[in-house]
DNA sequence: GATGAATGAGCATTCATTCAT
DNA sequence: GATGAATGAATGCTCATTCAT
């Protein structure tokens, strides 16, 4: 009667499905084929399918963990930064660092094809309103010009991130010029 | 027999495979299908191997002419403008204003796939150094900070360009950010 | 402990179990994904495996009561009827009315597919004695001729049925130009 | 320049893939795996595309013949035949030996698939006319009486054919009492 | 008895590239 | 030089059935 074994088990194949996928994404990236994931996991295609019924909830679930410390840390370094304007940095940083070792996935970010629609809206949903809130105190507070789109600057960093950070190519300090673009007077 | 017909001949053709090209382009990106063009062209497939026997080949023939404007606008615009500064910013609109109008282009350039080097070495060849002497120009004038290295500047022009222009996406107004961060002060 | 509540409970849980596999079976057809009826049925696919072995054994305990109920109706028109003529083609109309609205049953019935043999044979048991009845007493009364093997006539109803009522495609009026075929003079 | 040697190529090609096609439609019915299809014309399946685009246009290629030879077959009986009547007789004989020698033919034919759209309109488009054609003679000398759609007949014809000619399961025999009903008086 | 998770085979379809004509 | 037919690998997705809990 118990469903506790059941749910354990189906637990951790769970987890073990998502690290199996984080693994290939970081080989393959996110658009790796499904078999090769399964093949990782050491399961059948359909098991992925049932956990996950499309990619974007499987990219989703991946990630989860990292956005959601995202989130959590847009108001955390508005208390704990020395200005509005350095939260904003630091947290751009930590997008940054995010988004550029997954590989594959800023790309799909910018990509319209509707499957991963849900993908952009998890995203957006949930950062958002932390990026917004770390640009209306910094714009408070006098150190940036008002009038920055969130959504605008959260793209703007996934496509300076697309490229990953190569020898010539450094996505910090792209976005840190960004920002600095922002800055009043 | 003169060869001159032949040479007629095969340089209409070699138009009229581009003029296809850039018109699938358009519709369907830089990374449509060979066959599309091949059919939009009214050729087989395998003429267009011959010409262009990779797509970054076909790529950069296709966008030559552009390239080229772009590469020979630089020095102009730098002799036109008020300021350094000036020129390298409206120079930076028209490298933008190219991207951002041409499907998938931007992702291509970000691309990795080793079978897009010489579509980045043309690039690079061309626009580095028309980009590095408007960059020169703008820090010899005092405008802005010395350091920036060109190619990065137009990896992030690319980055910024491959969401395409949309409702709350301004791929100008964003570039802008950017080379405003550069400013001296 | 008396087994009596459950076998109460079992027996709801076979008829929560049928009425979902009609009620699935009415809008996908009798081929019906096991997955989609189990989930109706609020139950695991396993659970509907246990009660049917077969997908023809469901098939068959979903209609049972309506074939039984056919299968009655033919000695009643029989007794009920003006002639046995009128009681044949009255027992058709309404073998007609029950195939032609189980979706993709007649399929099913046609199939050769060993799976579905069974569901030949329960068919077949219940009704051909039936329709082999009204039949003979149609040719004792003179009214259609001798010879009619009552398995072809069923069927031929099966395979007429098969394609549904539609706006040009008067089942129940086909079955009844059969009939009139058999007609004796 | 001479594209000869090409289309006569090809054209082989096609009879090759036909007769392959025609082949597995027998043992596998039309619904067969293309793979299987490819595999017995020795081909591979982009090359079944190229010709077919559709399983549609595959079938409809492969009865085309067949189906031109009924059409033709119609008017011919006509004037062959003793009567009308005797005429439509015939040709729906001829029309059941054809599709119930179809594995899966008479299956497809019911579909409401819209896949299979252009494979009703094809059989209708050519056949539906004859048939037509064949029920008005036999209405005009009084042997059958008016009203009959031919529409409904084809697919009568095509719904008592789907069960395949068995031991105690005549299709000609069926139709033939189909056709009787209609007999006038 | 019941559950539902896992399985993995099976199929349609696309596309870059080659090669005989 | 040009053609376009053929290739066949690659991938997403579904579903009937089994089995450990």
Redesign the pocket.
């Given at each position: 009667?118990s469903?506790?074994?059941?749910?354990?088990?189906?637990r951790r194949?769970?987890e073990n499905?998502l690290d199996a996928a984080a693994a290939v994404f970081v080989t393959s990236g996110v658009?790796?084929?499904?078999?090769?994931i399964?093949a990782k996991?050491?399961?059948?295609?359909?098991?992925i399918?049932?956990?996950f019924?499309?990619?974007a909830d499987l990219i989703v679930a991946v990630y989860r963990h990292q956005v959601e410390a995202l989130a959590e840390a847009g108001p955390a370094l508005l208390e704990s930064s020395e200005t509005p304007y350095a939260a904003l940095a630091k947290w751009l940083d930590l997008l940054v660092d995010f988004v550029v070792t997954k590989r594959g996935l800023a790309a799909v970010l910018q990509s319209d094809d509707p499957?991963y629609d849900p993908l952009h809206s998890y995203f957006l949903d949930r950062l958002e309103p932390v990026c917004s809130r770390l640009l209306d105190a910094a714009v408070e507070s006098g150190e940036i010009r008002a009038g920055q789109d969130p959504y605008e600057l959260m793209r703007a960093v996934g496509g300076l991130s697309a490229g990953g950070d190569k020898p010539r190519y450094n996505v910090r300090r792209l976005v840190g010029l960004l920002v600095a673009g922002l800055r009043a007077g």
């Open positions: 009667m469903d506790r074994p059941k749910r354990a088990d189906a194949n769970q499905l658009e790796a084929p499904i078999r090769d399964a996991a050491g399961v059948g295609t359909a098991t399918y049932r956990h019924p499309t990619r499957c």
